[in-house]
């Protein structure tokens, strides 16, 4: 199984710029979840999938911020504009009912976006 | 108050030696704990679960202590590849949606040779 995967790994633009962040979960998870991570406020949920619906979305930090999930094997999230203080590393993380029932969820390897 | 918090560090502890990791949760009603490993420019991984009467993995064993809400990992004869992020974790209850993890900031071990 290749895992969740991301794209791109790295992430350089310019303040206002839109930013496409992609993911594409492990074949067979029903849930799929986007995290931020920075040093001051570490892993932070942003929203999550179950079955390709938004489910809770309550940590997006603002309008700027959307995703979606068109299909069961592919999520964005996009931010526009994009601003200097959204830099961080993006996680994407998969999961299956059975997974999660023991709290299991599985990363990828994240993408670092730096807004300059 | 953050839902879970942790000593950043950096703990710099010689090989071999043993190391404990402390975190405080606010939510008494979580159900669920862990510690994720993260090393460094990686994603976290799963470490292992805290279960109530503690449990052990090798040189690793977790702790719970509902009454104080605090969790607790020791590492014992620690190792090179030890060096890494410990992250606590937290299922919190929230009736009405999927599980969700809370991530505590972690805290950075080196082990120096």
């Known amino acids: 199984d290749a895992g969740v995967i991301q794209s791109p790994r790295h992430e350089v633009t310019e303040m206002g710029q839109e930013v496409t962040l992609r993911c594409k979960p492990i074949?067979?998870?029903?849930?799929l979840f986007w995290y931020r991570q920075t040093m001051m406020r570490g892993l932070e949920l942003l929203i999550y999938?179950?079955?390709?619906?938004?489910?809770?979305d309550s940590g997006m930090p603002e309008d700027r911020f959307s995703a979606k999930m068109p299909n069961a094997s592919f999520s964005t999230l996009k931010i526009q504009p994009s601003e200097p203080r959204d830099s961080a590393v993006y996680f994407c993380?998969?999961?299956?009912?059975?997974?999660?029932?023991?709290?299991?969820?599985?990363f990828g390897a994240g993408t670092r976006l730096s807004v300059l | 108050r953050k839902e879970v918090e942790q000593d950043p560090g950096p703990f710099n502890v010689p090989e071999g030696a043993t190391v404990a990791f402390n975190c405080t949760y606010s939510?008494?009603?979580?159900?669920?704990f862990f510690w994720y490993r993260q090393d460094c420019r990686k994603e976290p991984k799963l470490l292992m679960s805290v279960y109530s009467s503690g449990n052990e993995d090798g040189r690793f064993t977790a702790q719970l202590n509902r009454a104080s809400q605090y969790i607790s990992l020791l590492i014992r004869d620690s190792k090179l590849s030890d060096s890494a992020t410990y992250l606590c974790v937290v299922n919190p209850i929230s009736s009405g949606s999927a599980r969700q993890l809370t991530f505590g900031s972690g805290t950075q071990l080196t082990v120096l040779p």
């Open positions: 939510n008494s009603a979580s159900q669920s």
């Open positions: 993380a998969s999961s299956s009912r059975r997974n999660l029932a023991k709290n299991i969820q599985y």
């Open positions: 999938f179950n079955n390709n619906v938004p489910i809770d």
């Open positions: 074949s067979g998870h029903d849930y």
